[in-house]
């Protein structure tokens, strides 16, 4: 298994402005996924973010709008861009450990754009 | 395109009871991974338990088990001896994991999530 961390935990943006969301892993791992989840719906992913390659982005998500970094193989940010009301979510990274395929979880990042 | 469908937006069930949630996918994969997640009011992505399609056997952890029916494509949560801490929304998920269609790219599918309450 492991642990994730997210920063922040929630926050209130103000349109047009940006917000990095920090994920950190208490172990290494290859795969990290960042994830969205509107109010009362499932979680839908935004793009995959393997350490030393380009993330790889869902059909509806583009880099322009949210930029991922993974510098290492502990660590991933995910941006909000250019922000709008329509992005009010919840973010959620994600790992996957061993060789069971499971993802393991962070607290989420609650994001209210006003 | 792999889909996860849980046909049950909302279940309740007496305290110590038993309830079941279902599950049903579709896929053209012969391996694959399949979980059900628990998540809480506090929002924390829970893993309940996991199976994997090659193995016959159902999985079982503590008072969750599964009833996994490979052919039919189904693959229900059993919860026994239900607690007011069970009470969240359940996602079961889909993997594909490692196949030689899917190398490199071991994306998570989500169902649509029930919504489990606990009667006292």
């Known amino acids: 298994s492991a642990v994730i961390s997210q920063k922040p935990s929630r926050d209130i943006c103000q349109r047009g402005t940006s917000l990095t969301i920090q994920c950190q892993v208490d172990?290494?791992?290859?795969?990290m996924f960042w994830y969205r989840q509107q109010p009362g719906q499932s979680l839908t992913l935004i793009a995959t973010?393997?350490?030393?390659?380009?993330?790889?982005?869902e059909s509806g998500f583009v880099i322009d709008k949210f930029p991922i970094s993974r510098p290492n193989l502990t660590f991933s940010t995910l941006t909000v861009s250019n922000m709008s009301p329509e992005d009010s979510s919840i973010y959620l990274c994600?790992?996957?450990?061993?060789?069971?395929?499971?993802?393991?979880f962070g607290p989420g990042t609650r994001l209210t754009v006003t | 395109a792999q889909t996860v469908t849980q046909s049950q937006p909302e279940m309740s069930v007496q305290e110590a009871e038993t309830v079941t949630l279902s599950c049903t996918y579709d896929?053209?994969?012969?391996?694959?991974?399949l979980f059900w997640y628990k998540q809480p009011p506090s929002r924390q992505m829970i893993l309940v338990i996991r199976q994997e399609a090659y193995k016959q056997q159902n999985a079982t952890e503590n008072r969750f088990s599964v009833n996994f029916q490979k052919a039919a494509k189904s693959f229900s949560l059993k919860i026994s001896d239900s607690q007011l801490g069970d009470a969240a929304m359940y996602f079961c998920?889909?993997?594909?994991?490692?196949?030689?269609?899917?190398?490199?790219?071991?994306?998570?599918?989500f169902g649509t999530g029930t919504r489990l309450t606990i009667i006292p």
């Open positions: 998920a889909y993997n594909e994991g490692g196949s030689t269609s899917n190398f490199g790219n071991e994306k998570l599918t």
């Open positions: 172990s290494q791992v290859t795969m």
């Open positions: 994600s790992a996957q450990t061993g060789t069971g395929y499971e993802q393991y």
């Open positions: 896929t053209s994969e012969s391996d694959y991974y």
């Open positions: 973010a393997n350490q030393g390659s380009e993330a790889t982005y």
